[in-house]
């Protein structure tokens, strides 16, 4: 039988998995609804919007992430003076950086028209919708610290559950103005900034319940730690920088060297494998709270367990919807979609979602760069990446027509080459293993996505399905099918008995309650 850590974690990607397909289903109703009423062009800057969150981000990512680890390690360790002079000068800096913010903000919103090609009769409402987005970033940048707290006492499905009720507000208002007031796009804005109020009220409650002794004070802001943050931090910034290189720019190059259609389309594409990258990120997560707890006590053996543990899960759950989008995607976007292109979006799908599926097992070990604070060689061979990521793209758009596909296909060609070359020996060696200790699984997990994709292909020929209950029949056997072989081939008789067991315990208390 598994630990209780193990079944804090099998409850966690439980809960994480019934969010997921609670957003699933939202996003399936609401989705099109939005970008048939809106259209792609406008519905392009809701995710330019939050890729300039992420620019922003850069400035606080590096020294809020080695800040926040130290945090969960004496948290681990009750170290609870520390944690309250760590906790307090990140607050610090979160809130004047912020401050600082504030103004180049509005500056940039209001003259948005000087950078972007933005369709003048939908101006005012994309300036509201980014004001709104902007404003979640300052209130997420001053409270992130908080969720340290959950992370640290190994209750991550309490964070899944405070998105997933914060999830439902937001919907709950875009659907309120769907039906009652008429659509605008800045209404996804103000469900956001709704939610991301909620959200981080929730991550303070925990951290005041959890670890009421931890004090927030002018007197336990200390300068040190705040250069102890810069100095570790500045590599964690270097590799923000490369991943906004990589696929944090696709929009605004679509933008700007295509047109405001192109990068709506790249949008649209960008929803299905952003939704199923993001499930499976989060579920890497919940075997965080072990790793440090791991890291904190010198345990790098059971660190290397616990790694290629989550990667087995990792690659059951990133290759059964990558297998599924293959073999179901075209009818699935005819139907969902019926006035776009159809073929467009789901070929720019699969080349984003087949990046992120063959990457998404490699999670863990990008999370163990931080938690052993082996950032810097990590960090500046991802500046490399990003920056030839770049080059190679701005070659192919500018000078042979590549459209689209260059943004996408670029990308995803590199990132298979960097994750083989470097993120695997490179994360062996950490765990002072051999460097071909992850080979193993990452090819099990290509032959995986071949297989799995062979089956939703065969059975999508033999159903042909027309209607969303033909489509929801060939997915539901598709997906036990393979669930069952990857399973199977993954995971150890005793491992699969023990999460039924597990899952089935859960289930119960859930009906009780």
């Given at each position: 039988?598994?630990?209780?850590?193990?079944?804090?974690?099998?409850?966690?990607?439980?809960?994480?998995?019934?969010?997921?397909?609670?957003?699933?289903?939202?996003?399936?109703?609401?989705?099109?609804?939005?970008?048939?009423?809106?259209?792609?062009?406008?519905?392009?800057?809701?995710?330019?919007?939050?890729?300039?969150?992420?620019?922003?981000?850069?400035?606080?990512?590096?020294?809020?992430?080695?800040?926040?680890?130290?945090?969960?390690?004496?948290?681990?360790?009750?170290?609870?003076?520390?944690?309250?002079?760590?906790?307090?000068?990140?607050?610090?800096?979160?809130?004047?950086?912020?401050?600082?913010?504030?103004?180049?903000?509005?500056?940039?919103?209001?003259?948005?028209?000087?950078?972007?090609?933005?369709?003048?009769?939908?101006?005012?409402?994309?300036?509201?919708?980014?004001?709104?987005?902007?404003l979640c970033f300052i209130i997420d940048?001053?409270?992130?610290?908080?969720?340290?707290?959950?992370?640290?006492?190994?209750?991550?499905?309490?964070?899944?559950?405070?998105?997933?009720?914060?999830?439902?507000?937001?919907?709950?208002?875009?659907?309120?103005?769907?039906?009652?007031?008429?659509?605008?796009?800045?209404?996804?804005?103000?469900?956001?900034?709704?939610?991301?109020?909620?959200?981080?009220?929730?991550?303070?409650?925990?951290?005041?319940?959890?670890?009421?002794?931890?004090?927030?004070?002018?007197?336990?802001?200390?300068?040190?730690?705040?250069?102890?943050?810069?100095?570790?931090?500045?590599?964690?910034?270097?590799?923000?920088?490369?991943?906004?290189?990589?696929?944090?720019?696709?929009?605004?190059?679509?933008?700007?060297?295509?047109?405001?259609?192109?990068?709506?389309?790249?949008?649209?594409?960008?929803?299905?494998?952003?939704?199923?990258?993001?499930?499976?990120?989060?579920?890497?997560?919940?075997?965080?709270?072990?790793?440090?707890?791991?890291?904190?006590?010198?345990?790098?053996?059971?660190?290397?367990?616990?790694?290629?543990?989550?990667?087995?899960?990792?690659?059951?759950?990133?290759?059964?919807?990558?297998?599924?989008?293959?073999?179901?995607?075209?009818?699935?976007?005819?139907?969902?979609?019926?006035?776009?292109?159809?073929?467009?979006?789901?070929?720019?799908?699969?080349?984003?979602?087949?990046?992120?599926?063959?990457?998404?097992?490699?999670?863990?070990?990008?999370?163990?760069?931080?938690?052993?604070?082996?950032?810097?060689?990590?960090?500046?061979?991802?500046?490399?990446?990003?920056?030839?990521?770049?080059?190679?793209?701005?070659?192919?758009?500018?000078?042979?027509?590549?459209?689209?596909?260059?943004?996408?296909?670029?990308?995803?060609?590199?990132?298979?080459?960097?994750?083989?070359?470097?993120?695997?020996?490179?994360?062996?060696?950490?765990?002072?293993?051999?460097?071909?200790?992850?080979?193993?699984?990452?090819?099990?997990?290509?032959m995986l996505l071949i297989l799995s994709?062979?089956?939703?292909?065969?059975?999508?020929?033999?159903?042909?399905?027309?209607?969303?209950?033909?489509?929801?029949?060939?997915?539901?056997?598709?997906?036990?099918?393979?669930?069952?072989?990857?399973?199977?081939?993954?995971?150890?008789?005793?491992?699969?008995?023990?999460?039924?067991?597990?899952?089935?315990?859960?289930?119960?208390?859930?009906?009780?309650?």
């Open positions: 039988m598994f630990s209780s850590n193990t079944k804090q974690k099998y409850i966690g990607i439980l809960i994480q998995s019934i969010s997921f397909f609670l957003n699933a289903l939202i996003s399936f109703v609401i989705s099109p609804l939005i970008i048939t009423k809106l259209g792609e062009e406008v519905y392009g800057f809701v995710g330019l919007a939050t890729n300039f969150v992420s620019y922003i981000q850069v400035f606080v990512v590096g020294v809020n992430t080695m800040i926040n680890r130290l945090i969960i390690i004496y948290l681990h360790k009750e170290g609870f003076k520390e944690v309250s002079q760590y906790l307090s000068t990140v607050i610090f800096y979160n809130i004047l950086l912020s401050i600082i913010f504030i103004p180049i903000i509005i500056w940039g919103v209001l003259n948005i028209t000087s950078f972007l090609n933005i369709p003048i009769n939908s101006l005012t409402d994309i300036q509201i919708l980014w004001g709104f987005l902007l940048t001053i409270m992130q610290p908080f969720s340290t707290a959950v992370i640290a006492k190994n209750k991550f499905e309490l964070n899944t559950i405070c998105e997933m009720v914060g999830n439902i507000l937001k919907v709950s208002i875009i659907m309120f103005s769907l039906y009652y007031i008429g659509v605008n796009v800045w209404i996804i804005g103000f469900g956001s900034f709704i939610y991301s109020i909620y959200y981080n009220w929730s991550m303070k409650h925990y951290m005041k319940k959890f670890y009421p002794y931890v004090k927030i004070a002018l007197a336990n802001i200390k300068l040190k730690v705040l250069k102890e943050g810069f100095l570790s931090g500045i590599w964690i910034t270097t590799t923000k920088i490369s991943q906004i290189f990589t696929s944090g720019l696709d929009l605004l190059l679509a933008n700007l060297f295509l047109n405001d259609l192109s990068m709506g389309i790249l949008a649209v594409a960008k929803i299905i494998p952003s939704f199923i990258s993001n499930f499976f990120i989060s579920i890497s997560f919940l075997f965080n709270p072990e790793i440090y707890e791991m890291y904190a006590k010198s345990m790098f053996e059971e660190m290397a367990i616990t790694l290629k543990e989550s990667m087995r899960f990792l690659i059951m759950i990133s290759t059964i919807p990558c297998a599924l989008l293959i073999g179901f995607g075209s009818n699935f976007y005819n139907m969902w979609l019926p006035d776009q292109n159809s073929n467009l979006l789901y070929i720019l799908s699969i080349l984003i979602l087949f990046n992120s599926c063959f990457t998404g097992p490699l999670q863990p070990i990008y999370q163990l760069y931080t938690v052993a604070g082996k950032v810097k060689l990590n960090s500046i061979i991802m500046l490399i990446y990003g920056v030839l990521s770049l080059f190679l793209t701005y070659i192919f758009l500018k000078y042979f027509n590549g459209g689209l596909y260059a943004i996408s296909g670029v990308s995803l060609v590199l990132s298979l080459l960097f994750s083989l070359l470097f993120h695997a020996p490179f994360g062996a060696k950490i765990i002072k293993k051999e460097w071909w200790y992850f080979y193993g699984l990452l090819f099990k997990s290509f994709s062979i089956i939703c292909s065969i059975i999508n020929i033999l159903i042909n399905p027309h209607t969303y209950l033909q489509l929801f029949t060939g997915f539901t056997i598709s997906g036990f099918l393979c669930l069952v072989i990857e399973m199977l081939l993954l995971f150890r008789k005793e491992e699969m008995v023990s999460i039924a067991i597990i899952i089935k315990n859960k289930m119960k208390g859930l009906r009780k309650s």
